[in-house]
């Protein structure tokens, strides 16, 4: 398939108007998007993204208004969620609309929802007029892209166009909540914080009991081919020419590695993560190194990320 590239949001909205994929860039990371009225586009989806259908994909909306057609009601604690966080970098799921496909929540009742707040999002959301089923932009199992030529190296030839971003300044996904229940339950963490949602639902809970659980949370996730090691301090990473570290503490002036990446803060270090995961699987590290910091705000999204990819190539 020839792939087209653009900066124009508008001439992108027309690929999804008929029904073709289109990569695009978030706040949080790069999205594949495709019709999510059209089941075929939504099929596509799966398709292009190499991932199990049983796993849901989140419907991206440029309105309130377009939310009609995707979501059977907005509950209370949706209700005030939208209100703090939209647009932003949240999804929160809801009971889902009996006319939209089945296929973009893999067969569930439920169906997850974000307004991104990159405008170049939105442009595309508003010019499309229609809402856009998209999971992250990349091949099922990879790091998520965050900036374009990533979501390139992973999707050039499996969609029709890629629109051209910034690189996302957040570099987490987003934050996923449950509010189909009466009191909303955190199912992956992001950018907005416990703490965040918590001032303004104070009854959200943040251990999921396992049927709750994301569907996406129990696939395997966020991981480069390089082994992760989670470190407590730069001491504990050996140097050598096939290892990395990412972290906030300087390693010692002596000890050298293939990618190193010493970050300003938490917002820099989940800034530029996935991207140093891709550096280190395109330069031949065999063993990336991640200090650890304490779990609160941010850092808990990060921290969430950086074990999966340990675990997943353990
Ligand atoms: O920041 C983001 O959320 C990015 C950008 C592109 O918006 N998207 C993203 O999509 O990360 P994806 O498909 O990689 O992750 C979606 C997560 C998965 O963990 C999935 O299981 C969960 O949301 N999810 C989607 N629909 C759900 C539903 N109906 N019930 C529970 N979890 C759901
Ligand atoms: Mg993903």
């Known amino acids: 398939m020839h ?15 008929s029904d073709k994929l289109v990569v695009f860039p978030t706040e949080t990371v ?23 259908s049983s796993n849901p994909l989140i419907v991206h909306v440029g309105a309130i208004a377009d939310l009609s057609r995707v979501v059977e009601e907005i509950t209370p604690s949706a209700h005030a969620f939208m209100d703090a966080f939209f647009p932003g970098p949240i999804t929160l799921v809801l009971p889902r609309h009996p006319s939209l496909p089945k296929v973009v929540s893999g067969g569930l009742d439920t169906v997850a929802i974000r307004m991104p ?13 229609l809402p856009i089923a998209a999971p992250s932009a990349n091949i099922s199992g990879r790091p998520s892209a965050t900036t374009w030529q990533s979501a390139a190296e992973d999707l050039d030839g499996r969609v029709s166009c890629i629109l051209r971003g910034p690189k996302a300044t957040v570099g987490l ?33 943040t251990d999921a009991p ?25 001491d504990e990473a050996i140097p050598g020419d096939q290892t990395g570290y990412i972290g906030l503490a300087p390693p010692h002036a002596d000890a050298q590695f293939k990618q190193c990446v010493v970050a300003s803060h938490v917002k820099d270090y989940s800034h530029r993560l996935f991207e140093f995961f891709r550096d280190c699987d395109r330069s031949g590290v065999t063993t990336i190194y991640c200090q650890s910091l304490v779990e609160t705000g941010l850092a808990h999204a990060l921290m ?7 675990k997943a190539s353990r």
């Open 3 to 17: 792939t087209y590239f653009t900066d124009d949001p508008v001439e992108a909205a027309k690929f999804i108007s």
């Open 30 to 52: 790069y999205g594949l998007g495709g019709n999510a009225l059209n089941a075929a586009a939504v099929e596509s989806i799966y398709e292009a993204k190499g991932r199990p």
């Open 117 to 129: 707040s990159l405008p170049i999002a939105l442009q595309l959301l508003r010019s499309a007029g």
């Open 173 to 205: 996904e987003s934050t996923v909540v449950d509010c189909t229940g009466r009191s909303p339950i955190l199912l992956r963490p992001g950018a907005i914080s416990v703490g965040s949602l918590s001032a303004i639902v104070p009854e959200i809970s």
């Open 210 to 234: 396992d049927i709750f659980r994301s569907p996406g949370l129990r696939h395997h996730h966020y991981a480069p081919s390089a082994r992760v090691c989670v470190i407590s301090t730069p």
């Open 304 to 310: 969430d990320r950086i074990r999966r990819a340990a």
